[in-house]
Every structure is written in structure tokens, then in C-alpha cells.
């Protein structure tokens, strides 16, 4: 696999500039420019899917909303995907786990358990509420920081920042 600053070294080196004139220098520079503006050659989709499905993984995702109905403040719930396609976080209350299934945009967390702790009633509430839409997700769509999850609804169902990477 190419990355393009590979290929854009390739291709700066294959224009076998011995004497660099100024106007052959930045006739050089656009030539070389232009070419590592457009993605590699062969680059496929799956490939891409792939990519996206990776930055899933090795990120602590806060959840900001649920359901379009907020979250109690400070209340903390997170989401990080492990590479071996397992999921872990904290509720605001308590710690769940589970199996997640990635393909493509395809999101399908299954297998859920928690920590069993007492928090107040509201907290608990917003846990049953979190745990009900992780579970329901069938879908994901990544934009920069924001990580938001739909069910097979195509409703969102859970919005999340990226809070730190591992």
C-alpha cells in the first residue's frame, strides 16, 4: 500500500533533477505538487472502509447525545472500540463490555454486560437508555472528531467526540 507521501517522493524522484535551476525548481515544485494533490492509483473502496473502521479503534469517544434527548452533565459515558472487535466504557454509572461486529459502516454491537454498581435514579435511567441505543446501532459515520451512530433506521441514535486517542 502507497501512501501518497511515498508516492509523491517516487515521483520527485523520478523527474532525476541534477541541476536544479529556478525555473526548473518550481516547475519541479508544481509538477510534484499537482501530482500528490490525487489519490493513489488502485486505491479501492475496501481499502477505505478499512481505514475507517481502524479509527474506530485507539480513541476514547465521549458521548454527547442520546437519542436527541442530551446527557445529564458530567455524567461521562464513554465508547472505545478495541482491536480485537470488543467495546468497553463507562454509563455515568457504571462500566459495560461487550462484541462489536465492523464492516464497512456496518456497526453491530452484541453480548452487552455491565458492572451491577447503584448510582442515583437518574443516572441509572440514562444507563438503561445508553445501553437500549449502543444496542440497537447498525451503523457508523465518522466526521473528523464526531463519531455518530444510526440504527437500522437510519435514526441517530448516539453522537460522540473523540475525547483522547490511545
Known amino acids: 500500500m502507497y501512501s501518497v507521501a511515498a508516492r509523491c517522493v517516487e515521483q ?3 523527474l532525476n533533477v541534477i541541476k536544479i535551476t529556478r525555473a526548473g ?3 519541479g515544485l508544481i509538477i510534484a505538487a499537482a501530482a500528490c494533490t490525487s489519490e493513489p492509483e488502485g486505491l479501492n473502496t475496501n481499502m477505505n472502509k478499512a481505514i475507517e473502521a481502524r479509527s474506530l479503534s485507539g480513541v476514547l469517544w465521549q458521548v454527547e ?3 436527541g434527548d442530551g446527557i445529564i452533565d458530567g455524567s461521562n459515558i464513554t465508547l472505545q472500540v478495541a482491536d480485537d472487535k470488543g467495546i468497553s466504557g463507562t454509563t455515568g454509572c457504571n462500566r459495560y463490555f461487550g462484541a462489536v461486529a465492523i464492516e464497512g ?3 453491530l454491537a452484541d453480548a452487552i454486560g455491565s458492572t451491577r454498581m447503584a448510582c442515583a435514579p437518574a ?3 440514562q444507563e438503561q437508555h445508553f445501553l437500549q441505543a449502543i444496542q440497537a ?3 457508523y459515520a465518522i466526521s ?3 463519531l455518530q ?3 437500522d433506521g437510519d435514526a441517530l441514535r448516539l453522537r460522540l467526540l473523540a475525547a483522547e486517542e490511545n
Do not use: A, K, N
Request: glycine share 4%; net charge negative.
Open 25 to 27: 525548481f518550481f516547475s
Open 12 to 14: 520527485v524522484e523520478e
Open 149 to 151: 451512530l444510526y440504527d
Open 105 to 107: 459502516r456496518t456497526f
Open 137 to 139: 446501532v447498525r451503523s
Open 144 to 146: 473528523g472528531d464526531l
Open 123 to 125: 443516572l441509572m435511567e
Open 65 to 67: 447525545d442520546i437519542d
